[in-house]
């Protein structure tokens, strides 16, 4: 019977895939429709996108295989949906994040930071937290996570080493002898000992709460920013699928204005929560009010671990200032492209009734850019011979073809095959019209619930997968109850990226529990509440000022395509 298990657990990938293909296969052979042939491979791609059974990117390829074969749609149509402009948005700014990556310039704003807030419980807390989302608003939280957490390492072993110096672990007072005071000699020890297990476990503590907060800001960060992490740009490129007349909605203006604020104040809730959780309920503690003289001497011995390591970075290099000025350029473009309130540079130079140019083409401008200005002005050589080469350029393709997720490209192209595909079969509005009974229920109700199916979702699957998977359905269910289908589907987006509770729910979790501070119960319970901020903040994000801004309470003429909504 053990050999039989074994052999099933060997092969259990190989069985999921024959199971997975062959049962859901009664669907379209019971209903010989194109609906039914679409909904197969869509239970095809998400059972083995939630089981990993085949590479996310690999199963992201069915429908280039599936959608042809059943008849759904033809070839090329298919393979147009896999290099659209957000998937070149998406390029764009990874290339401008592995230039930042490559020179090191992630680390030197890291450390900049750090030296301002200092190293007192609380405050080295919200440092480590605010570094990491800033910077994962514009490089990949894998990256930022992978970066920050060895300087945390660096600090807390420092702490650490600071507090056992000044602790005097079992010493005994000059004049105490063993003769005649064998109680009090035996009491001290045990004294000592106590104390050094209460330090060891308030340090420990210290490190979960730091492991946490890296791994959770750099989850928070990402969804500032259009380009912060892969879900926003799911969300925009299926509304550009599903509502090709939506007039630019999302923009990376736009979706700044609304999830920047979101961020901040789940950020905010994530500090306050693990501070209580880790450090306790004294907050002029947390904070160093009432440090004695060893605790600012041990906080002094830990700060200059931060100015050592900003020390060894020496003064920006040409590429460092170069890179960062194109980072600068980067967002301002991006910002005074369109930016709502104004006409934008691009309407004004380029053409004022069509927008040719987008979030996409500046991405793209930027990153060209990084492949022909040179890091510096000379890189001679000295070695016997005077020999003089003409200087690398900020970024080369070996680095890109090392460091670029080329997987996530192709999840994002299937995606948008899959919305196109259930938009053409008619599964979208066969599935919207089934739904049409929740136009009974509360919208906000529907926006909660959308948060917490989703939530629960992203936490045993990719967080693209996951958007994927459930935009179309929630875009459906909105045309079918006359609500604008970015009231749902702005929620749903956002809460793909509450990973907060398994190690294995995102890369940034995976990190941090890797370095064996964290048990698996920790990180659960810790990420459980936060979900649940995360979901309350979200819900009250949308029926705010998202709401305000993107007039989400009216049901827009471009979401009208069948004329049944006034």
């Known amino acids: 019977m053990a050999g039989v298990l074994e052999v099933i657990l060997a092969f259990r990938k190989y069985l999921i895939i024959i199971t997975v293909i062959v049962l859901p296969l009664a669907l379209p052979l019971a209903v010989p429709t194109k609906e039914a042939r679409c909904g197969y491979v869509i239970i095809v791609m998400a059972v083995f996108w939630c089981t990993e059974a085949v590479p996310l990117a690999v199963t992201a390829l069915l429908p280039v295989l599936l959608f042809p074969l059943m008849n759904i749609m033809d070839a090329n149509t298919v393979c147009r949906e896999y290099l659209k402009n957000t998937n070149m948005l998406f390029v764009g700014g990874l290339l401008v994040a592995i230039a930042i990556e490559n020179w090191h310039l992630h680390r030197r704003m890291a450390l900049r930071v750090l030296l301002v807030t200092g190293v007192r419980p609380a405050l080295l807390l919200m440092g480590f937290m605010v570094v990491t989302a800033f910077l994962s608003m514009w490089i990949s939280n894998t990256a930022t996570t992978a970066m920050m957490v060895p300087i945390a390492q660096a600090v807390l072993e420092q702490l650490r080493k600071s507090e056992l110096e000044s602790t005097g672990a079992g010493e005994v007072q000059e004049g105490s002898t063993p003769e005649g005071k064998g109680n009090a000699h035996v009491v001290a020890i045990e004294d000592d000992k106590k104390g050094n297990e209460d330090l060891e476990e308030k340090h420990l503590k210290l490190c979960k709460g730091m492991s946490l907060c890296i791994c959770y800001a750099a989850s928070i960060g990402g969804i500032a920013t259009l380009t912060g992490t892969g879900p926003n740009l799911v969300l925009q490129g299926q509304v550009e699928e599903l509502y090709p007349n939506n007039g630019g909605v999302i923009t990376f203006v736009s979706w700044f204005s609304f999830a920047f604020p979101t961020m901040i104040v789940l950020l905010v809730l994530a500090w306050l929560w693990l501070q209580i959780l880790f450090l306790g309920f004294n907050f002029k503690e947390n904070f160093g009010c009432t440090a004695s003289a060893a605790e600012k001497n041990k906080e002094k011995e830990a700060y200059a ?56 083409t500046v991405a793209m401008f930027v990153a060209i850019l990084l492949f022909l200005i040179p890091s510096g002005f000379s890189n001679a050589q000295t070695d016997g011979k005077s020999k003089f080469q003409a200087p690398p350029p900020l970024l080369d393709w070996k680095t890109v ?41 509360p919208q906000s109700a529907i926006a909660f619930l959308v948060c917490l199916l989703v939530a629960t979702f992203t936490e045993c699957t990719s967080n693209v997968a996951t958007t994927t998977l459930f935009l179309p359905i929630v875009a459906s269910m909105a ?33 941090v529990f890797s370095y064996g501070q964290l048990r698996v119960i920790d990180m659960a319970k810790a ?5 649940i901020l995360g979901v309350l903040t979200i819900t009250l994000s949308i029926n705010t000022w998202t709401s305000s801004f993107l007039q989400l309470q009216i049901f827009p003429t471009w979401a009208n395509k069948t004329g049944s909504c006034p």
């Open 305 to 360: 671990v931060i100015q050592e390591e900003s020390r060894k970075l020496g003064r920006m290099k040409f590429a460092e200032i170069a890179v960062l000025s194109l980072f600068i350029l980067l967002v301002v473009l991006w910002f005074t492209r369109d930016p709502g309130f104004t006409t934008g540079w691009a309407t004004n130079l380029f053409n004022k009734k069509k927008k040719y140019v987008t979030d996409g």
């Open 479 to 511: 045309e079918a109850i006359c609500l604008n289908p970015l009231y749902v589907m702005l929620p749903c987006t956002l809460s793909a990226s509450l990973a907060f509770m398994l190690p294995v729910a995102t890369p940034p979790n995976a990190i």
């Open 527 to 531: 990420g459980f509440v936060l979900n």
């Open 401 to 441: 073809h090392h460091k670029m997720p080329w997987s996530i490209v192709f999840l994002l192209g299937g995606g948008f095959a899959l919305a196109k595909g259930s938009e053409k079969s008619g599964l979208s509005a066969w599935l919207g019209t089934k739904l049409t009974p929740l136009q009974n229920v």
